[in-house]
């Protein structure tokens, strides 16, 4: 065991409480101290490079708590993060981002301040196996298998949007990477509460779940439960806005309160004209009596890209970001793009079930399908 300078030995043993981590190694000394420190160096550069942030203005996102490596658990991360920036969950500066368990960890920083970011992604074969003394001495380029530190400004990114697509090009960190940058302007809007954890749980913010949030105020508002009633969802198509009502609605396909279905392009080209932007099929009913009523909701996307001034209707991370920005700035005004495609009741003997049932499809039952089954 190598033998380390005095206060690198103190600040470590500052950092973990009660065990000694100088030059004996305590038995009770665990790999998920590995996480702790590892947390807190990174933690620490980020904090130099970046600066505090005033008024709770540093954000940090991580999937750490959530990944795993084998039997290794991240999550004593988390509070290394929470002792080494102003971030707390609580303030919603530190947000732990839903992850695959077996996903590389990763930390990333940005200043609200000066929009500076800083990046750093690694992997259990990096440093589980390390000696503590190595995880406090090395660089953190021998810690991390990506680094990047960047100012993410807007105006940064698009004029410097070519070399941007190049790096999210770049497998497996870069559409991470992208994703992070997208979370983090999303996060400098000071959205509501319900829009962060929908992008926690969705594990990114882009504009197919920020339509799900425009679907769930709309139906509140224009298609609300009446007394005894609960909803039923048919996504079909199912797409990143199902992720959003199952977070504010607490409808999830293992309490059957949503289905999905998918629809091919071919089949999409079958939908009527009207249809042909539709969300899904959204049920308000009674359980006791299975009477109640179905309603078909599109989204205008195309009335969306006009809005947000894109023209080219090309998948792009810059095309996306100014779809996400504009959605969050005019999220009151949902009703502009969520409509009514057709109401209907439930005929009798059937419940929102029939529509979803192995075989079925609701489109021709509907009356909006060009083909007959």
């Not at 980020?46 to 959530?66: E, F, Q, R, W």
């Not at 913010?205 to 909803?231: N, T």
């Not at 109640?292 to 996306?320: E, R, Y």
Request: proline residues 5%.
């Amino acid at each position: 065991m190598p033998k380390w300078p005095t206060n690198l030995v103190i600040w470590a043993h500052k950092s973990i409480g009660n065990k000694s981590i100088g030059s004996i190694l305590m038995s009770n000394y665990g790999s998920e101290d590995h996480f702790y420190l590892l947390a807190q160096r990174v933690a620490q550069e980020a904090v130099k490079k970046l600066g505090p942030g005033s008024n709770g203005h540093l954000l940090t996102l991580t999937n750490a708590g959530i990944v795993k490596f084998g039997e290794h658990d991240s999550s004593s991360a988390i509070e290394a993060l929470k002792q080494t920036t102003p971030g707390s969950l609580e303030r919603k500066n530190l947000i732990i981002i839903n992850a695959v368990m077996d996903e590389p960890l990763y930390f990333f920083f940005f200043n609200k301040n000066n929009e500076e970011s800083f990046f750093a992604q690694t992997d259990a074969q990096r440093f589980v196996a390390m000696p503590v003394g190595e995880i406090l001495s090395r660089d953190l380029s021998h810690l991390f298998r990506h680094l990047i530190f960047r100012n993410i400004s807007l105006g940064r990114i698009i004029s410097e949007a070519a070399e941007m697509e190049s790096i999210f090009a770049q497998q497996p960190y870069g559409k991470k990477w992208a994703s992070l940058i997208s979370f983090a302007h999303f996060w400098a809007k000071d959205p509501p509460s319900t829009l962060i954890r929908i992008a926690q749980f969705h594990d990114h913010i882009c504009p197919g779940v920020l339509s799900g949030y425009y679907i769930a105020r709309f139906l509140m508002a224009k298609f609300p439960r009446r007394e005894k009633e609960r909803y039923f969802f048919l996504s079909t198509p199912p797409y990143c806005k199902d992720d959003a009502l199952q977070i504010i609605f607490n409808q999830t396909v293992g309490k059957k309160g949503m289905a999905a279905m998918l629809l091919a392009e071919e089949d999409r080209a079958l939908l009527l004209p009207e249809a042909r932007e539709a969300a899904g099929i959204f049920f308000r009913y009674d359980p006791q009596t299975n009477r109640g009523q179905g309603a078909v909701l599109g989204f205008a996307w195309s009335k969306l890209l006009q809005d947000c001034k894109i023209s080219d209707q090309k998948v792009s991370f810059l095309n996306s970001l100014k779809q996400i920005l504009f959605m969050i700035d005019q999220r009151d005004d949902y009703a502009r793009y969520v409509y009514f495609i057709k109401i209907f009741d439930l005929p009798p003997g059937e419940s929102p079930y029939n529509y979803a049932r192995v075989g079925v499809n609701p489109w021709p039952k509907l009356g909006l399908w060009n083909k007959k089954d």
